[in-house]
């Protein structure tokens, strides 16, 4: 059984960094793909960012790319969201996701294609 859980989450000033972990077993970081989403109040839940793990080829969303990196910390078995220039808008709870399938880019950003999921980690960034 594959579990995730979301770390690091908090409240930070418009322009401020976060850096959001999520902790798994061993097992995700060696195939199939893991992401991160976010679900603002009264929105849909929408994709972050993603790494495939067959190839190490990331993806990201527009609004968030050149602000946001995915990364693996290998001494700590996380998945990393580092979170810079934070905007309001950016307030959310953050997911971390995974499936075992590779997905190809059309695919990684459905929310629908994943099988395990985080609690969640609220990032609220006041303007």
């Known amino acids: 059984q594959v579990q995730l859980a979301e770390s690091g989450g908090g409240l930070v000033q418009a322009g401020g960094s976060l850096r959001l972990s999520c902790a798994a077993s061993?097992?995700?970081?060696?195939?199939?793909?893991m992401a991160w989403f976010r679900q603002a109040p009264g929105k849909e839940r929408e994709f972050v960012a993603a790494?495939?793990?067959?190839?190490?080829?990331?993806y990201y969303a527009e609004s968030v790319k050149d602000r946001f990196t995915i990364s693996r910390d290998n001494a700590k078995n996380t998945l990393d969201l580092q979170m810079n220039s934070l905007k309001p808008e950016d307030t959310a709870v953050y997911y971390c996701?995974?499936?075992?399938?590779?997905?190809?880019?059309?695919?990684?950003?459905?929310?629908?294609?994943?099988?395990?999921w985080g609690q969640g980690s609220q990032v609220t960034v006041s303007s």
């Open positions: 996701a995974y499936t075992t399938k590779n997905w190809i880019a059309s695919a990684v950003r459905q929310s629908r294609g994943y099988d395990y």
């Open positions: 061993r097992q995700t970081f060696n195939s199939g793909t």
């Open positions: 790494i495939r793990w067959s190839d190490r080829h990331l």
